[in-house]
């Protein structure tokens, strides 16, 4: 008995645990609490907690990471990890995303779309900035990528260019969309003035059934023909949302925002969290990653609030900068930060509407970043 107890104890994962795996359950009930407290991005943030716990135990003992060897079958994250790293996740929540987003707002007001064209100036300027201070062109790109707020982009990018930094790339990005609610205000009231958030916008125009149906296939023959990269994300965004703008194939419509989203969801993000292992996360390279990344995402909102100030030099009809800072491609939630920022100087103020144009316009722009980068640097 004694013998066979000791051997049992053997088996356990005790002796294999490290500190660094204190630190990344640490890391995951900080993130749980962000999520279950603060209720900010739950649906994301709790299966990433979740994915880092049952990949920080250590993987030699339990085998959920391993992969196949001779008539071995691999553990079960090494199974859900090749949706990540073979790229169809992502284009698959863009599937779910696109039959969830009603892109009237942006078409009744066009004049936004340069709004959100403008905050992926964040991208590049951080591209710029990982690049001199060491990073290489790839890893350059899929930290720059972080500014879009586009957690799934993020993702498609790092998989793609910087494998080794995917855990800390995507964590990043979900952070810093968490944290909209907090950044967005901030950046908005430093470059705007009070006058400038007292601008009322008009009523947007109706957009037709036909313009709604024609938008996602004109945009997929266009990016198709000119960045042909961005294609697998941009093109099932446009599909989802021809689903739901036909208004005929409402099963397949549901079928994309609910049950293929959720589940793909679950899959990534348990996949991405099970990423984040204490030996490739706990490095100094992280904490600049982290550091670029927020530079990135401050810098996308401020190009956007710049960028709606210049465009009210030419303007009859001023748009309110608020806007501006919704290009990110957070939706709804930058859009209604806008909202909430206005209607705190005035609460009569309704620019939800318009701010939505941008934000939903920030979707396709961070995807057609992205196929920039998959283009330049292949």
Request: charged fraction near 15%.
């Amino acid at each position: 008995m004694p013998e066979a107890f000791l051997k049992y104890l053997a088996s356990t994962s005790f002796h294999s645990f490290t500190l660094g795996n204190l630190v990344m359950f640490a890391v995951a009930g900080v993130l749980l609490y962000i999520a279950v407290v603060k209720e900010s991005e739950p649906l994301l943030l709790v299966p990433i907690s979740f994915g880092i716990i049952l990949a920080n135990i250590p993987p030699d003992v339990t085998g959920i990471l391993s992969s196949p060897t001779g008539d071995l079958q691999g553990g079960l994250l090494w199974y859900l990890q090749r949706g990540l790293y073979s790229g169809i996740y992502p284009p698959l929540i863009f599937l779910g995303i696109g039959a969830l987003t009603d892109f009237s707002f942006m078409l009744s007001y066009p004049i936004t779309i340069f709004l959100g064209a403008a905050a992926q100036a964040g991208i590049f300027i951080t591209f710029a900035l990982s690049k001199m201070i060491g990073f290489d062109m790839k890893q350059a790109a899929s930290i720059a990528i972080i500014g879009g707020a586009d957690g799934p982009t993020s993702i498609y990018t790092a998989s793609r260019f910087a494998p080794e930094l995917l855990s800390v790339v995507a964590v990043a990005a979900y952070s810093y969309i968490a944290l909209i609610p907090v950044l967005q205000p901030v950046v908005s009231r430093i470059l705007t003035t009070r006058e400038d958030r007292l601008i009322k916008m008009g009523p947007p125009r109706r957009v037709s059934r036909l313009e709604r149906i024609l938008f996602p296939i004109f945009i997929t023959l266009v990016v198709g023909a000119l960045v042909p990269k961005a294609l697998p994300l941009v093109g099932m965004l446009m599909f989802g949302n021809l689903l739901r703008e036909v208004g005929v194939v409402k099963r397949l419509v549901e079928a994309a925002s609910r049950f293929i989203l959720d589940t793909v969801t679950i899959l990534l993000m348990v996949s991405v969290g099970s990423t984040a292992r204490a030996d490739m996360f706990l490095t100094p390279k992280s904490l600049e990653i982290f550091g670029l990344g927020a530079f990135a995402f401050v810098s996308a909102l401020a190009t956007g609030v710049l960028f709606a100030k210049f465009m009210n030099l030419f303007l009859k009809h001023k748009v309110n900068p608020l806007i501006g800072a919704a290009g990110v491609s957070a939706v709804p939630d930058s859009a209604r930060v806008a909202q909430r920022i206005a209607m705190e100087e005035d609460p009569h103020n309704y620019i939800l509407m318009h701010a939505m144009g941008p934000n939903v316009a920030g979707v396709i722009g961070s995807a057609i970043a992205a196929g920039v980068f998959l283009s330049l640097l292949r």
